[in-house]
């Protein structure tokens, strides 16, 4: 194995190279933020191409350079196109942060069809299609990281939201980062998941008054999260730090699911 690195470089990415779905924002961008931060030159897919300019744009007036792609990971062609483009435009892949999602809030009678196909093509599919893809590449290069983002949703019944299909959907991502995890170390590829708690983002609405009872005063620490408090984990996940850890779910909640 060779001498482990000591002390704060064993969290240094330096020269390792990175994609992140759903990058453009929220929690995706923390994390594009956070991996470039600790050294690695990153590439995000993001649906929108205006909002994957501002994002780079973002990023540029803080002297990190980052690589947007537009794609639908929903669409396998564009999985498999945005992979491409990724590994093309850093030189090669050594991690992979699957974080795009979709949440809709319905009583289950009133959940369509389309919803749940939504919630499950963008939130496991498109998770196992850009594992397939990314994974090849890993495996070619002797080895790699894979974090995906679960939710403390598929750990809880959250309320008074109900969001069944969006519960379901995390609820199966944790058990593909832990089936995949045990099928692919021995090719030295470590998969794991966050399972983060109530998180300040435009998917989730943790100002609304209405939501607070539930919401916040219900976890022991009051509060909500920034998505830059969730990104370090992530870092640790994808480090040299984290050699040992794969087919973990690590929750980050503030406490929230300990009662």
Known sequence: MGEFPRGLSAFSLEGKKALVTGGNRGLGYAFTRALADCGATV????????ANEAATGRLAGDGIDAYGISADLT????????????????????????NAGICFHNPAWDATDDQWRQVFDLNVRAVWKVSL???????????????????ISGLIVNRPQAQAPYNASKAAVHQLTKSLAAEW?????????????????????????????????????????????IAPTVVYLCSPAAAFVTGAVLVIDGGYTVY
Do not use: C
């Not at 002797?142 to 974090?147: C, D, E, K, L, R």
């Open 133 to 151: 893809a990314t994974g090849r590449h890993l495996r070619a290069a002797g080895g790699g990281a894979i974090v995906n983002i679960g939710s």
């Open 185 to 229: 170390a021995p090719h030295h590829i470590r998969v794991n998941a966050v399972a983060p708690g109530y998180v300040k983002t435009e998917m989730a609405p943790v100002d609304r008054p209405e939501l607070r009872r539930m919401w916040i005063e219900d976890a022991p620490q009051q509060r909500y999260a920034m998505p830059e408090e």
């Open 75 to 98: 669409v396998d062609d564009d999985v498999d196109r945005a992979v491409d483009a990724a590994v093309e435009a850093l030189g090669g892949l050594d991690i992979v942060v699957n």
């Open 43 to 50: 590439a995000f897919v993001g649906r929108g191409g205006a």
